[in-house]
């Protein structure tokens, strides 16, 4: 799942937790993408760029995190 809105009326609540969490990933930080990027415990990856939050929800599929960094990075230039 990607969702892409405004980062002032970002909203997580209520997704179950994802692999980020059993990985060690939560709170870990991406450099090189957007003005900010972390992984968090429910929703997956988060990338703030400017006024803009990309919210990246890897799912389950092997090699989800850097296939979720490259997600991002292909869509970010384009918002």
């Known amino acids: 799942m990607i969702l892409v809105g405004a980062a ?12 980020a969490v059993a990985d060690g990933l939560v ?4 450099d090189g ?5 972390m992984w968090t415990p429910k929703s997956g ?6 006024n803009t939050l990309l ?4 799912g389950v599929f092997p090699d989800y995190n850097n296939k979720s960094v490259a997600v991002a990075r292909a869509i970010l230039p384009k918002i």
Do not use: C, F, I, W
């Open 8 to 19: 002032s009326n970002a909203n997580s609540g209520g997704e179950p937790k994802s692999h």
């Open 55 to 58: 919210q990246v929800n890897p």
């Open 33 to 37: 993408l957007g003005d900010k990027a």
């Open 27 to 30: 709170g870990a930080s991406v």
């Open 45 to 50: 990856l988060y990338v703030l760029q400017r």
